[in-house]
C-alpha cells in the first residue's frame, strides 16, 4: 500500500496540480473574460436589464440574419456578465453575436478564449482532442483516488499523526507536515476525486447505459432524463409562426418571480418548433436550473 501509494502520487502530482490550479481559475471566468475583453460592457454600468426587450431584439435580428437555422441559443444579463448573446447553428456551422444590453448594439470583442481556457483545460486539457484530454484527467483522477485510500490504510495512526509536528528533523518534518495538511483536506480531497470521476462516468464505464438502453435514441431520452435537458424532436418541415419570445420570457419571470437565465428554440419557423426557458441560478444555491418548455408557433402557415 505505501508503494502504490507513493508512484500513484509521484506518477499524477503535477498534472493534477494544473488540474487543480485551473480549476480554481475557472470559478472566476466570467471575470477574467471580462478583463480580457476590455471592448464588453462592465457590470458595474448595468444595473438593470429588460430581459422581454432583449428577448423582441433578438427575436427581429435572428429572423433577419438567421431564419434556416437549426437552433437559436439567446442568453441574457447577470451580475457577472453584463452582455447578452445569440448562437446559432446553421449550415456554416456555429455562429454568435453579442449584444450591449443597455445600448441595444452589437458589439465585437477581441479574439480570445477568455476564462473559458481555464475551464476547459482543467477536465480536457488543451492542444488534444477533447476526449483524449478527458480519458487522460480520467486516469490520472482514478490515481489520485488510489493514492488517498492507500495513503488511509498506511497511515494507521492518521489522527495520531495529525498532531505531531517535529521541527528541524530534515526529511521527518517534511513528512509530518505532509500528514497534517493531508488529514486536513482529506474531506475535501475525498469529494473532489470522486465527484470528478462521477462527473463523467458514463465515458468511463458506458457500458452499463449501452446494456440498460440499447438503442440510441432511448439513450438520448435517458440522458435528457439525467441532466433534465428537454429534447427538441424532429421538424415537422411545415412552415409556421413565431410567438413573440418576449411573451414567453415574461410570462417565464412572472412564474418564477426570478429573471430568465437564457431561452433555446428548436427549429424555429417550423410546426414542430420547441422552446425551452431556464431559470437564472446566479443567485441560489444550489445551482439547479428549472426551465419550462413549450410550444412557440401559432397556427400553420
Excluded at 518534518?173 to 465527484?195: E, G, K, R
Excluded at 413565431?242 to 424555429?268: F, N, T
Aim: proline share 6%; net charge neutral.
Amino acid at each position: 500500500m505505501a508503494q502504490l501509494h507513493t508512484w500513484c502520487g509521484l506518477l499524477a502530482a503535477w498534472l493534477l496540480f494544473a488540474v487543480f490550479l485551473t480549476g480554481t481559475l475557472s470559478y472566476f471566468k466570467e471575470s477574467i473574460s471580462l478583463w480580457m475583453q476590455p471592448e464588453l460592457p462592465s457590470v458595474a454600468t448595468n444595473a438593470e436589464w429588460d430581459n422581454r426587450r432583449l428577448a423582441d431584439y433578438w427575436q427581429h435580428y435572428l429572423t433577419e440574419h438567421a431564419s434556416s437555422a437549426r437552433s437559436w441559443q439567446i442568453t441574457f444579463p447577470n451580475e457577472r456578465e453584463a452582455v447578452s448573446t445569440a448562437v446559432w447553428f446553421g449550415q456554416d456551422g456555429r455562429e454568435r453575436s453579442i449584444l450591449d444590453p443597455t445600448t441595444l448594439t452589437l458589439v465585437t470583442p477581441r479574439e480570445t478564449r477568455g476564462g473559458d481556457f481555464f475551464y476547459r483545460f482543467h477536465f480536457q486539457l488543451h492542444h488534444l482532442p477533447a476526449i483524449y484530454g478527458r480519458w487522460i484527467i480520467g486516469i490520472a483522477t482514478m490515481m489520485m483516488f488510489v493514492a488517498i485510500i492507500s495513503g488511509v490504510i498506511t497511515h494507521k495512526k492518521i489522527l495520531r499523526d495529525f498532531f505531531a509536528f517535529r521541527p528541524q528533523k530534515g526529511a521527518r518534518s517534511w513528512l509530518d507536515a505532509h500528514n497534517a495538511f493531508s488529514v486536513l483536506a482529506l474531506p475535501f480531497q475525498l469529494m473532489i476525486t470522486y465527484t470528478g470521476l462521477i462527473t463523467l462516468m458514463s465515458l468511463y464505464m458506458p457500458w452499463g447505459v449501452e446494456r440498460a438502453f440499447p438503442d440510441a435514441d432511448a439513450r438520448r431520452q435517458a440522458t435528457s432524463e439525467l441532466h433534465a435537458f428537454p429534447l427538441s424532436g424532429p421538424a415537422a418541415g411545415q412552415p409556421a409562426a413565431l410567438y413573440a419570445l418576449s411573451e414567453m420570457v415574461g410570462d417565464a419571470e412572472a412564474h418564477w418571480q426570478k429573471p430568465v437565465q437564457s431561452l433555446r428554440i428548436s427549429h424555429p419557423g417550423d410546426a414542430g418548433a420547441r422552446a425551452v426557458v431556464w431559470q437564472s441560478t446566479h443567485e441560489a444555491l444550489p445551482r439547479t436550473a428549472h426551465n419550462v418548455s413549450m410550444r412557440p408557433v401559432r397556427a400553420h402557415c
